[in-house]
């Protein structure tokens, strides 16, 4: 059996200093410093010139997973999903829901766009190189460019990291996940926009979909402000307002009179409403358990208003 790791060189360039690194997130998952071996020519001989260059001058950290495996594509034996998945698949997977946790924490410019495959024998000290990956990298917004980690938002994505790797797949919030995560990928505003309005419709939508807007307004700003019931009003009118934006995209309609500040500010507010919502969901048990069922969650959203 060989020792296996999948690591996915990290495009960000400011952890602050006091943060000790490895930083083990679980799962066997743990952000570490961009190893030297990572930009050997074995590595980097089969990228393009700016992507090696990124590699070699620019990335100074790593997700990485480390596992045994007897070979590559060695079915992961505790996937239960209808089609069988490698435990490379897995590795992946972990990555990316720990890039996720990160961005939950903190929404800054924290992202990858190769994933590497290496493997050694038990005997040997050197990685070998089996294959690499292109994948489209988060891309955050404008607003958080400069966000820097500290510890605390990694303390915080270690525990939503925790939960997330735990999400039973037919669970409303993993669809949320999934939809948050094609969100952050995707460049282009409207289809972004309709993405981070399928993950609220996905956690605060009517399952009977009458005056969608209206309700899942109301219930995404009690939501947010439990205990404050005039700050969930003031942010009820807000949702409303932007998420009328929602009919306007898949319609079709011109968007003229969004202006491009007003265009940014709908898209983030609509992703700090998101993160928001998830971190307080996947952080308190009770509301993750009622989320994992519709009739729990409809009654629950229902009543929140009257609380």
Known sequence: MAKWCTIAPIHYSDIQKKIDLPYELGNST??????????????????????????????????QVTYDADSYGEPDPDWKGKFPRSLQDKAV????????????????DFRYEL?????????????????????????????????????????????????????????????????????????????RFLLMCIVLEGLFGPEDAREITFRLSQRL??????????????????IKKIYSWRSKVVHGMRLEKLSEEESDDTLCNAEQWA?????????????????????????????IVYE
């Open 93 to 108: 997977e972990l990555i990316n829901l720990s890039n996720i946790a990160i961005w939950l924490s903190n929404p800054c």
């Open 221 to 238: 700003s009690f939501y947010l402000f439990p205990d404050d019931k005039n700050d969930a009003k003031r942010l009820f009118t807000d």
């Open 275 to 303: 993160r928001h919502s998830l971190v307080r969901t996947l952080g308190d048990p009770k509301l993750l358990s009622v989320f994992s069922n519709n009739k729990e969650r409809e009654a629950y959203l229902d009543d």
């Open 30 to 63: 743990c952000l570490v410093l961009k190893p030297d071996w990572l930009i050997e020519d074995a590595m980097t001989e089969y990228l393009d010139y700016s992507k090696r260059e990124r590699l070699v001058e620019e990335d100074q950290y790593a997700i």
């Open 115 to 191: 994933i590497y495959n290496v493997y050694k024998n038990k005997e040997e000290e050197k990685w070998k190189f089996k294959s690499y990956h292109e994948y489209a990298g988060l891309s955050p917004d404008k607003k958080y460019m400069d966000y820097k980690l500290n510890m605390t938002d990694l303390s915080l994505a270690k525990n939503l990291f925790a939960v997330l790797t735990k999400l039973e797949r037919s669970s409303t919030v993993w669809v949320a996940i999934r939809s948050l995560w094609r969100a952050l990928t995707e460049d282009t505003w409207e289809v």
